[in-house]
Nanobody, 125 residues
Framework: QVMLVESGGGLVQAGGSLRLSCVVSGRASSNLEMAWFRQAPWKEREFVAAIRRSDSTYYADSMRGRFSISRDSAKNTIYLQMNSLKPEDTGVYYC???????????????????WGQGTQVTVSS
């Protein structure tokens, strides 16, 4: 059973930074396709970033250059470093994982079986 536990969210001013962590248990993160999604109030889930088993990374266009996803296999943890935060980055951020995700489905939340409980990120203007 794969379990994901996120942490690192909080309240930050626009222009600030946060680093989210996702601790994986039940399986090595290096054997999982992993990603971050977010959901703002009254909006659908939105792809943020992904890191595949191959260590290839993918980003949503609006996050590229500001956000960085990485993996620490020794700690079985993935991270999302978020810089230059904007009020529109506010939302609940979810860590997700699955054993097999095609590249074409990397940005589709419906293809990930395992979800964390989420961590709230609030960016004030």
């Amino acid at each position: 059973q794969v379990m994901l536990v996120e942490s690192g969210g909080g309240l930050v001013q626009a222009g600030g930074s946060l680093r989210l962590s996702c601790v994986v248990s039940g399986r090595a993160s290096s054997n999982l396709e992993m990603a971050w999604f977010r959901q703002a109030p009254w909006k659908e889930r939105e792809f943020v970033a992904a890191i595949r088993r191959s260590d290839s990374t993918y980003y949503a266009d609006s996050m590229r250059g500001r956000f960085s996803i990485s993996r620490d296999s020794a700690k079985n943890t993935i991270y999302l470093q978020m810089n230059s935060l904007k009020p529109e980055d506010t939302g609940v951020y979810y860590c997700v994982a699955d054993s097999i995700i095609s590249i074409a489905n990397t940005k589709d939340p419906d293809h990930y079986d395992h979800w964390g409980q989420g961590t709230q990120v609030t960016v004030s203007s």
